[in-house]
């Protein structure tokens, strides 16, 4: 199984995951920050650093983009028109405001799907239809050395 392989494997394993916020145990309850928390886990072992608590606006009123920071640091930034399944997509949910979701890109043939943790429906496959995609600014790869 290849590294991609392995990462959309994990991803979909978190489906039906209740959302909670700041939570990140599969079956248990997860927010998207959470569910890329724990397949970052299942993978590496243990988690890059420490989280703080952060609330759902994500510093929308300080105007910070500390998730796209936070991404930087620890997955390699690609052009989001290069995304592969396994890739992590960062998404500006309104036009202005600050990067604030992420999923994981399941497939791109026959139908891009990604896998999200979404309030009011827990991690669920999404199709990528125009209105995400639209809402896309950055792609990262894991460090997985196959790219």
Do not use: N
Request: hydrophobic letters at 40%.
């Amino acid at each position: 199984m290849s590294s991609r392989d392995a990462i959309v494997a994990a991803a979909k394993g978190w489906v039906g995951t209740p959302y909670r916020h700041q939570a990140s145990t599969k079956g248990a309850g997860a927010d998207c920050l959470g569910l890329l928390r724990g397949v970052w886990r299942e993978l590496y072992g243990g988690e890059p650093e420490p989280v703080p608590a952060y609330t759902p606006d994500w510093a929308e009123p300080q105007r910070e983009e500390r998730l796209w920071s936070a991404a930087r640091r620890h997955l390699i930034e690609k052009g989001t028109g290069d995304a592969l399944p396994g890739d992590v997509l960062l998404f500006r949910m309104r036009d202005g405001s600050v990067a604030k979701h992420l999923g994981i890109l399941l497939a791109v043939s026959g139908g891009s799907t990604f896998v999200h943790a979404y309030s009011g429906h827990g991690v669920i496959e999404s199709f990528l239809t125009d209105p995400w995609r639209r809402r896309i600014v950055a792609c990262f790869a894991f460090p997985t050395g196959d790219d």
